[in-house]
C-alpha cells in the first residue's frame, strides 16, 4: 500500500519540482514524508529506494527551513532513506545538519570523519554529542574542535579515545580548568593521564574536582593527588650556588642573553636555565625553581617571554625540565601557539605582579 501511494505521488512531485511553487513544493515534501513516516519501517530496501529518490529531488528544492524540518524528522529513525540523510548530514546550515549529525543512526564513521575534517565548528559541535563515536571520528574533531567542541566531546561518556587522542585532549586542558574537571569525572581515563592531567592542574581545581567527583572516581583522584604530593615532597632542593655566581658574572659582561640560554638548556645545565631565567628577570631563584620543577609548562612561557627568549630557547628548556615523563609533542604544539601570542607587555606585568606578591609575602615575617 505504501508503495502504491508513494507511486500516486510521483506525477504530483514532477508537476511541483517543474513548475510548483515553494510552498507547494514544501508541502509535498511533508506528504511525502508523513507518508514515509506511516509505513516506513514496514518497507523492504527497494521501497525505502522510492522515497529516497522522491525526497532527494525535493530536498534539493526547497528553502532551508523545510530541510531542517526534515531533518528533525528523520533524525530519530534507523530505517531513515540512505542518501537523503547523507544530504542533510553534508548541509552547510547547522541547522539542517545539526539533527541528524547529533542523532541519526545512518551515517557512517568514514562520512562522520570526513564531515569533521572538512566542515565547521558547529558541525563539529553537534557531532561531538553523537552515541558512541569511534576513535577515527574523535581523534579528527580533537584535533581541529575549538574549546567548546573540546568540552562537549570530554562529556561524551560513550565516546572513545584512541591513545594519541587521549593524550592530545588532556594537552588541551593544561590551560582549561573546566576540561580538566571533565576528563577528571571519566571512568575509562588511563591513570597514567589522569596522573598527568592532576599534575598539571591547579590546587583549586583539584579541591573541586575531589568535591563533585563520585565515590567511585574520588578515591583515584585521591590517591593520585597522595602519589604527587609524595612526588613534590621528595623533590630534593638544589644548591644553585656555584651557578648563581656564574650566571651573575656572565650579566655584568653582558653575555647573558637568548643564545647563552639555549647552550644552557641544550646542555641539560637545569641550575644555570633556571638562575638565568631569575636574572633576567629579577625574579628569586627559588620561585622559577617552583616553575621549572612544576609541571605546568604554560607558567615558564611568561619568564621567558619577558626576557626576550626566542622559541627555539624555549622549547628546549621545555623539553630538558627534569619531569617525570618528557613533554608530548602536543603540549609542545600548544605552547609554541601560546607563546606567539603571549605579549611582551603581558608578560613583563605579570612577572611584576609575582615579584610583588613574593615580597608581600615576606613582609610578616620580616616584622615579626
Same mark, same amino acid.
Given at each position: 500500500? *505504501?508503495?502504491?501511494?508513494?507511486?500516486?505521488? /510521483?506525477?504530483?512531485?514532477?508537476?511541483?519540482? $517543474?513548475? !510548483?511553487?515553494?510552498? &507547494?513544493r514544501v508541502q509535498t515534501l511533508r506528504r511525502v514524508t508523513d507518508l514515509f513516516l506511516n509505513d516506513g519501517d514496514r518497507l523492504n530496501d527497494e521501497q525505502v529506494k522510492v522515497f529516497d529518490d522522491v525526497l532527494c529531488l525535493l530536498v534539493a $528544492?526547497?528553502?532551508? &527551513?523545510?530541510? *531542517?524540518?526534515?531533518?528533525?524528522?528523520?533524525?530519530?529513525l534507523d530505517y531513515a532513506p540512505f542518501e537523503v540523510v547523507q544530504y542533510? *548530514?553534508? =548541509?552547510?546550515?547547522?541547522?539542517?545538519? !545539526?539533527?541528524?549529525?547529533?542523532?541519526?543512526? &545512518?551515517?557512517?564513521?568514514e562520512a562522520l570523519r570526513e564531515i569533521a575534517s572538512t566542515k565547521g565548528q558547529d558541525h563539529l559541535f553537534a557531532i561531538s554529542a553523537r552515541e558512541n563515536l569511534p576513535e577515527v571520528v574523535t581523534d579528527v574533531i580533537i584535533g581541529r574542535g575549538e574549546d567548546r567542541v573540546i568540552r562537549r566531546l570530554a562529556k561524551n561518556a560513550s565516546? #572513545?579515545?584512541? =591513545?594519541? !587522542?587521549?593524550s592530545n585532549i588532556v594537552a588541551r586542558a593544561e590551560q582549561d580548568d573546566e576540561l580538566v574537571e571533565i576528563l577528571g569525572l571519566r571512568l575509562d581515563l588511563p591513570a597514567k593521564l589522569l596522573h598527568d592531567l592532576l599534575a598539571r592542574a591547579k590546587a583549586t581545581v583539584r579541591a573541586r574536582l575531589l568535591a563533585i567527583a563520585? %565515590?567511585?572516581? $574520588?578515591?583515584? /583522584? &585521591? #590517591?593520585?593527588?597522595?602519589? /604527587?604530593?609524595?612526588q613534590e615532597a621528595a623533590t630534593p632542593r638544589r644548591n644553585y650556588g656555584i651557578a648563581e655566581e656564574y650566571v651573575?658574572?656572565?650579566?655584568?659582561?653582558?653575555?647573558?642573553?637568548?643564545?647563552?640560554?639555549?647552550?644552557?638548556?641544550?646542555? !641539560?645545565?637545569?641550575?644555570?636555565?633556571?638562575?638565568?631565567?631569575?636574572?633576567?628577570?629579577?625574579? %628569586? /631563584?627559588?620561585?622559577?625553581?617552583?616553575l621549572m620543577l612544576g609541571m605546568r609548562s604554560d607558567l615558564i612561557l611568561i619568564p621567558c617571554r619577558s626576557a626576550r627568549l626566542n622559541w627555539p630557547t624555549v622549547e628546549s628548556i621545555l623539553r630538558r625540565r627534569p619531569l617525570p615523563h618528557p613533554l608530548d609533542e602536543a603540549t609542545l604544539e600548544i605552547a609554541q601557539r601560546d607563546y606567539r601570542r603571549l605579549s611582551l607587555e603581558t608578560a613583563q606585568r605579570t612577572v611584576?605582579?609575582? #615579584?610583588?606578591?613574593? $615580597?608581600?609575602?615576606?613582609? %610578616?615575617?620580616a616584622v615579626g
Amino acid at each position: 500500500m *505504501a508503495q502504491q501511494a508513494s507511486e500516486s505521488i /510521483i506525477a504530483e512531485l514532477e508537476d511541483a519540482v $517543474r513548475d !510548483g511553487t515553494s510552498a &507547494r513544493r514544501v508541502q509535498t515534501l511533508r506528504r511525502v514524508t508523513d507518508l514515509f513516516l506511516n509505513d516506513g519501517d514496514r518497507l523492504n530496501d527497494e521501497q525505502v529506494k522510492v522515497f529516497d529518490d522522491v525526497l532527494c529531488l525535493l530536498v534539493a $528544492r526547497v528553502e532551508t &527551513r523545510a530541510r *531542517a524540518e526534515l531533518s528533525k524528522r528523520l533524525a530519530p529513525l534507523d530505517y531513515a532513506p540512505f542518501e537523503v540523510v547523507q544530504y542533510l *548530514a553534508w =548541509d552547510d546550515d547547522i541547522s539542517v545538519a !545539526g539533527e541528524v549529525l547529533t542523532h541519526s543512526s &545512518r551515517l557512517s564513521p568514514e562520512a562522520l570523519r570526513e564531515i569533521a575534517s572538512t566542515k565547521g565548528q558547529d558541525h563539529l559541535f553537534a557531532i561531538s554529542a553523537r552515541e558512541n563515536l569511534p576513535e577515527v571520528v574523535t581523534d579528527v574533531i580533537i584535533g581541529r574542535g575549538e574549546d567548546r567542541v573540546i568540552r562537549r566531546l570530554a562529556k561524551n561518556a560513550s565516546a #572513545q579515545f584512541s =591513545d594519541d !587522542g587521549y593524550s592530545n585532549i588532556v594537552a588541551r586542558a593544561e590551560q582549561d580548568d573546566e576540561l580538566v574537571e571533565i576528563l577528571g569525572l571519566r571512568l575509562d581515563l588511563p591513570a597514567k593521564l589522569l596522573h598527568d592531567l592532576l599534575a598539571r592542574a591547579k590546587a583549586t581545581v583539584r579541591a573541586r574536582l575531589l568535591a563533585i567527583a563520585p %565515590p567511585a572516581v $574520588r578515591d583515584d /583522584i &585521591r #590517591q593520585v593527588l597522595d602519589h /604527587i604530593a609524595e612526588q613534590e615532597a621528595a623533590t630534593p632542593r638544589r644548591n644553585y650556588g656555584i651557578a648563581e655566581e656564574y650566571v651573575k658574572l656572565m650579566k655584568q659582561l653582558n653575555e647573558l642573553d637568548d643564545a647563552a640560554v639555549y647552550k644552557f638548556a641544550e646542555a !641539560g645545565k637545569f641550575d644555570e636555565v633556571t638562575v638565568a631565567l631569575a636574572v633576567l628577570n629579577d625574579m %628569586p /631563584i627559588v620561585m622559577v625553581e617552583r616553575l621549572m620543577l612544576g609541571m605546568r609548562s604554560d607558567l615558564i612561557l611568561i619568564p621567558c617571554r619577558s626576557a626576550r627568549l626566542n622559541w627555539p630557547t624555549v622549547e628546549s628548556i621545555l623539553r630538558r625540565r627534569p619531569l617525570p615523563h618528557p613533554l608530548d609533542e602536543a603540549t609542545l604544539e600548544i605552547a609554541q601557539r601560546d607563546y606567539r601570542r603571549l605579549s611582551l607587555e603581558t608578560a613583563q606585568r605579570t612577572v611584576r605582579f609575582w #615579584q610583588l606578591h613574593n $615580597r608581600l609575602e615576606k613582609q %610578616p615575617a620580616a616584622v615579626g
